[in-house]
């Protein structure tokens, strides 16, 4: 039985933000047992450090080709993958887990670290091989601080100060839109047509991305398809193979099972029922992945500038901040208005909820008359002299 896996996604710093997809938290316990998690492909790249725990085992699909060997006797691990291909294996756990995994964008090892991806795909093992004792310096650092929330600023200090120390190589080649908007796209797009739009040649773009990503646009469309396949299947049981097929641009159903046995050398429905990857219980919600457990206001605004222009939003900023005060009590009062209600009464915790909600029912009453008040007043005076008198 897989344990329940908590999952907390973090929205990087500005600056990381064409770099660093999310930072993501991992919390489970699997007690006694071992838990085995299947490393399928994979077009990520990622760096997991353990938090106050150890990597118990690591169990490969084939024995004549170990691609990571766990060190029971050194410190806690801190591992690297690079872009899988194929199912290379287990991760086993054992015990009380925390993790902290940076996703990386398509491009964004290459820019901050400066290493090639193609020197990494298919391989995973200790990130100090591939970036010195930097990043232990980092991971001891980290295990000396008791929230993870220090742990998520340490680590983002870390990848600026890599950033900024590096010399950009290319100044703008399109490469790094180019990967993003296939994500958009979840790997249903031409080729051809790609390397059109962002003007280069279909020659340039295969081998400016296999340096900058790792492998060529049309192998990562594939292993991205797949990927949404799989995810699409675990968290939506009830829909078909083949519905999910026709829907991100699959032949047909066949299609789609040539690609599983590929990457996972077992067809969708063996691969569902015997090694998929664990079901994970997002604390926030998942479908935007990006949300900013630090600092909510920074990431309602950077969600806005999204969808508003240019031109419109300082002065949309300046309206909402004024407004603020008063619709953030608001806010609260309905949260909590609609939480009493949706509750049931025998609920151990009814009485608290009862009392928030005329806790901030007061709060913006009070925003209401420091807001309007005076202008009410002012407007009305005699209404001014009948709230005293019936005060007293």
Known sequence: MQPEVYTQCILPHPLLQPYVRRFVIRKFDTGDCEFPKPMIADHEMTITFFLHCKLFEFTPFNKDIIPYTVNKHGIAECCFAGIQTSTKGFVV??????????HFKPTGFFHIFYISPKEIVDKMGDSKNILSNEILLLHEQMQELNKISDCVILLENFLIKKLISQKPR??????????DFLINKKGMYCIKQLASDYNMTVQTLEVQFTEQVGIDPKYFSRILRFNTAVNTKLYNPLKSWTDIAYTLGYYDQAHLIKDFKEFTLLSPRNFMTTIHPPF???????????????????????????????KIFPHFIKIAARFFPLLKPFVQFLLAFITCFTKKFTDKFAILLIGRTIIHLFRFAFMLYIRFGNLFFHYFPQSHFFIIRSIR
């Open 93 to 102: 756990y054992k015990g009380p887990t925390t993790l902290l995994t940076i």
């Open 170 to 179: 290319y100044k703008h080649t399109g490469i790094s839109e180019a990967s």
């Open 280 to 310: 994970e219980n997002f604390q926030e919600n998942p479908d935007d992945g990006l949300i900013c457990i630090k600092n909510k206001e920074q990431t309602l605004i950077l969600l806005l500038r999204q969808h508003i222009p240019l």
